[in-house]
């Protein structure tokens, strides 16, 4: 394959070419793999995310995602979508409104809300949903790319 080719393909946009209004989504059905795997990967091993019956002792009547797991679709959308390959995430505000289980359909959206010119910063308003209830929200702050910084 050509690198150079290769290099296009993981280039995400340029601060120039973004503008307030734009937004991009990524969704995900979250399985118990993602659960067990999320668990392992950060070693929380809260029982509410990995043991049934102490989660239907709980409030949510039986296990749940880790928000933190379903943040991570917002990372998706920033760090592959809009503004994608390339841009640096210096952060997240969040608030988890609404559990997500296995099965659940996950669509993370981010909408630029604020373009900052002289440090080349855009400020996103970020959503989690689960069908029409909102599980995740929040604002983010990125760090992108100038045409005029080149190939550094």
Known sequence: MDSALLHEDLNGY???DLSVGMSAVFAKTITEADIVLFSGVTGDMNPVHVNQE??????FKGR???GMLTASLISTVLGMK???PGCIY???DLKFLAPVRAGD???ARAIITELIPE???LICKTTARVGDTLVCDGVAK???RSRADGDK
Do not use: W
């Open 14 to 16: 340029y601060f120039e």
């Open 54 to 59: 102490f989660a239907e002792d709980t409030m």
């Open 64 to 66: 749940i995602a880790h």
């Open 82 to 84: 809009m503004p994608g």
């Open 90 to 92: 210096l952060s997240q």
């Open 105 to 107: 359909t996950v669509e």
């Open 119 to 121: 440090k080349r910063r």
């Open 142 to 144: 990125m760090m992108v």
